[in-house]
C-alpha cells in the first residue's frame, strides 16, 4: 500500500520569506509521480507542482520548487517570496503508473502567510 | 478549456432525501474520481472510473452511495436517503493516461448540507 506522510499539520511564514512544507512517502514502486496541490479557503484544489520520480531534475514553477530525494522518499515544497495569497492547506500526493492514476493524498499542511 | 464542471455548487437539504451531485470531466480525460472531504476524515477518495467502468469503489461508505458514468461527458454521485453525517464538500476530479500528462484536475465542489 502507498501511504503519504505530511508530518506538519500547520505552519506559518512572515511575508517575503521563505518556507518548506515537508511530505515522505512509502511505497516499492520505482516509477511514480508525486504533487503538490494548494487549497485556498474557496476550497478549489489547484495544482501548484508535478515530480515524475524518473527525473532527477526538481521541478520549479516560479516561486514554487520541490527538494526530490528518491532514496529517502522525501517530496518537500520551498515557497520562496511568500505571498498573502499563499495563505492555503497544502496537500502533498503520490501516484503510481499504470494504475488509472489513483492518487494517495497525505493528510495536508495548512499554512498561513502573516504580513 | 472549461475546467471540470460540478453542479450544484451548494445544496442544503433535509436528512432522508435523495441527493444527486453532477460532474463533467475535461474533455479528452479518460479518468474520473469522487472525493469526500471534511474535517474529521480530510480528503477520501469515494470511487474512480475508467473509460467509464468503475474500477474501485472500496471508499463508498455505504448501500446509500452510488455512483454511475453513462459516457465520457457525465458522471452523477447520488445519495439515498442523506443523512447529516454526510454533509461534506464532494470533489469530482479527472485526469488524462497521456503519458506525461498524468495529472488529476478537479472540479470546483458542492459543499452539501444535510439538515
Known amino acids: 500500500a502507498q501511504t503519504v506522510t505530511q508530518s506538519q499539520p500547520e505552519m506559518s511564514v512572515q511575508e517575503a520569506e521563505t518556507v518548506t512544507l515537508s511530505c515522505t512517502y512509502d511505497?516499492?514502486?520505482?516509477?511514480?509521480?508525486l504533487f503538490w496541490y494548494k487549497q485556498p479557503p474557496s476550497r478549489q484544489m489547484i495544482l501548484v507542482i508535478r515530480?515524475?520520480?524518473?527525473?532527477?531534475q526538481n521541478a520549479t514553477e516560479n516561486r514554487f520548487s520541490v527538494n526530490f530525494q528518491k532514496a529517502a522518499k522525501s517530496f518537500s515544497l520551498k515557497i520562496s517570496d511568500s505571498q498573502l495569497g499563499d495563505t492555503a492547506m497544502y496537500f502533498c500526493a503520490f501516484m503510481k503508473t499504470n494504475t488509472g492514476n489513483q492518487f494517495y493524498f497525505g493528510t495536508g499542511t495548512s499554512l498561513t502567510v502573516i504580513p | 478549456d472549461a475546467g471540470v464542471i460540478q453542479s450544484p455548487r451548494h445544496e442544503v437539504t433535509e436528512m432522508g432525501q435523495e441527493v444527486t451531485l453532477r460532474c463533467k470531466p475535461i474533455?479528452?480525460?479518460?479518468?474520473l474520481f469522487w472525493y469526500r472531504q471534511t474535517m474529521m476524515r480530510g480528503l477520501e477518495l469515494l470511487i474512480y472510473?475508467?473509460?467509464?467502468?468503475?474500477?474501485?469503489d472500496s471508499g463508498m461508505p455505504e448501500d446509500r452511495f452510488s455512483a454511475k458514468m453513462p459516457n465520457a461527458s457525465f458522471s452523477t454521485l447520488k445519495i439515498q436517503p442523506s443523512e447529516p453525517r454526510d454533509s461534506a464538500v464532494y470533489f469530482c476530479a479527472s485526469s488524462t493516461h497521456m503519458t506525461g500528462k498524468e495529472t488529476q484536475y478537479f472540479g470546483p465542489g458542492t459543499r452539501l448540507l444535510v439538515l
Open positions: 511505497t516499492s514502486e520505482s516509477n511514480y509521480y
Open positions: 474533455s479528452g480525460h479518460n479518468s
Open positions: 472510473f475508467n473509460n467509464n467502468v468503475p474500477i474501485d
Open positions: 515530480q515524475e520520480a524518473y527525473k532527477q
